[in-house]
């Protein structure tokens, strides 16, 4: 059975082995993220990722993964990353999963940039003047 992703809130499925979950980039998990694996950059947090280093997925699974709570989020890793589950073979489930969610937070906030506040609104029906987009 494959785990539902909210695609509205940057979430991926993710199937590693027997386990099904999913996965979903925010800034505050990629901070955690970052901090695990000792990644300076963004291109560096990717790389690593999308390369299948085992340390990098493992910390990612541990940082990214969706549950209703930390312990919930250390369970499901727990099972994901069972010596009996995840393997090499699960490379290609991985970077689809994970590219889907990257792309789904870049793509978030880069819309957060393009629509206008509710003040901007206010302010532009009041005064007349067109809300300023980001470009």
Same mark, same amino acid.
């Given at each position: ?23 979903? $980039? ?53 099972? $994901? ?40 609104? $206010? ?13």
């Amino acid at each position: 059975m494959s785990a539902f992703a909210n695609e509205l809130r940057g979430e991926a499925a993710v199937t590693i082995g027997s386990e099904s979950f999913v996965v979903a $980039v925010t800034f505050a998990g990629l901070m955690r993220l970052s901090q695990a694996i000792g990644a300076r950059t963004m291109d560096e947090i990717y790389q690593r990722l999308l390369g299948f280093e085992p340390f990098a997925v493992s910390c990612a699974i541990r940082c990214l993964a969706v549950a209703d709570s930390d312990e919930g989020r250390a369970a499901l890793a727990a099972r $994901v990353l069972s010596g009996k589950n995840i393997s090499a073979a699960d490379q290609a489930n991985w970077r689809i999963g994970i590219e889907h969610a990257l792309t789904a937070h870049i793509e978030a906030g880069n819309a957060l940039r393009e629509t206008s506040s509710p003040l901007e609104d $206010v302010e532009a029906a009041v005064t007349g003047k067109k809300p300023q987009t980001a470009s």
